[in-house]
């Protein structure tokens, strides 16, 4: 999904109040998309109240990545 249309559907929901569940997975492999953690940063900012998941294989997990997927505040 397109950066600005993930943030006019994030900003949405925020007006909404919404608190439910948001899931990140690409044909199960999430981490494939080389800038995940600005999603999930700027689902967390808009979204406190919200469960911030990924579904991954784990094939891509690393250190790395993994330090800046949870900076950025996924559950």
């Known amino acids: 999904m397109d950066f600005e249309l993930f943030k006019k559907v994030i900003k949405e929901l925020s007006n909404l109040k919404f608190k439910g569940r948001i899931a990140f997975h690409?044909?199960?492999e999430p981490l494939l998309i080389k800038?995940?953690?600005e999603f999930i940063?700027?689902?967390r900012t808009n979204?406190?109240?919200?469960?911030i998941q990924i579904?991954?294989?784990g094939?891509?997990?690393n250190p790395i990545n993994g330090?800046?997927?949870i900076d950025a505040g996924i559950n």
């Open 35 to 37: 800038n995940i953690e």
């Open 67 to 69: 330090k800046k997927i």
């Open 55 to 57: 579904l991954s294989n």
């Open 26 to 28: 690409v044909n199960s």
């Open 47 to 51: 979204l406190k109240d919200a469960w």
């Open 41 to 43: 940063g700027f689902a």
């Open 59 to 61: 094939k891509s997990l």
